[in-house]
Nanobody, 121 residues
Framework: QVQVVESGGGLVQPGGSLRLSCAAS????????MGWYRQAPGKQRELVAT???????NYAESVKGRFTISRDNAKNTVVLQMNTLEPEDTAVYYC???????????????WGQGTQVTVTS
């Protein structure tokens, strides 16, 4: 069984910073990618940032230059550093891991339970 657990989040004023962390654990042979998605009330879940095992990153246009994703492959962890936060960043943030349990076989996807980020004055 594989678990994905997020930490961080909270309440911050516009222009402030927050750091989200995520750890994947369990019967994991390798993780192809880890990333962050978010869902605001009444909206669909959207990509925020992802990072692959070789360090390739992908960011939503709305967060480029403000958010930075990083990863520790040895620990199966990923961190999202969020700077210059805006009220529009308010959402539940979900961590995602794409992994497999052996050298060959299908990749699986697991999600964390989500963590609330609220940006308000």
């Amino acid at each position: 069984q594989v678990q994905v657990v997020e930490s961080g989040g909270g309440l911050v004023q516009p222009g402030g910073s927050l750091r989200l962390s995520c750890a994947a654990s369990g019967n994991i042979f390798s993780i192809y990618s880890m990333g962050w998605y978010r869902q605001a009330p009444g909206k669909q879940r959207e990509l925020v940032a992802t990072i692959t095992s070789d360090g390739s990153t992908n960011y939503a246009e709305s967060v480029k230059g403000r958010f930075t994703i990083s990863r520790d492959n040895a620990k199966n962890t990923v961190v999202l550093q969020m700077n210059t936060l805006e009220p529009e960043d308010t959402a539940v943030y979900y961590c995602n891991a794409v992994w497999r349990s052996g050298i060959v076989g299908m990749f699986n996807t697991n999600w964390g339970q989500g963590t609330q980020v609220t940006v308000t004055s």
